[in-house]
């Protein structure tokens, strides 16, 4: 019961302060905004850049590395017959 209590009383004092004060609040919210969007920016980028890097090799890639090593051990084959 005394946390219901306590939370009315914080959402009271809270919309009175709203009121009282709105100006205040709008200036604060008028520089968190911008820096809240540069921030999540930056994480968005840096996510996709990571991924980007991290990105899984397509069939072509695989049959490329595939040949590669084929060729590789053909060619090691021969040299050991010689």
Do not use: C, H, Q
Not at 22 to 51: C, D, H, K, N, Q
């Amino acid at each position: 019961m005394p946390n219901i209590i306590a939370g009315l009383l914080a959402i009271a004092f809270g919309i009175w302060g709203l009121s009282v004060w709105w100006y205040s609040v709008m200036e604060a919210l008028r520089g968190v905004v911008p820096l809240l969007l540069i921030a999540f920016g930056v994480i968005a980028l840096m996510a996709g850049v990571t991924r980007f890097e991290r990105r899984e090799p397509s069939d072509a890639d695989l049959m490329a590395t595939l040949d590669e090593e084929t060729s590789s051990s053909t060619k090691s084959a021969d040299k050991s017959k010689d």
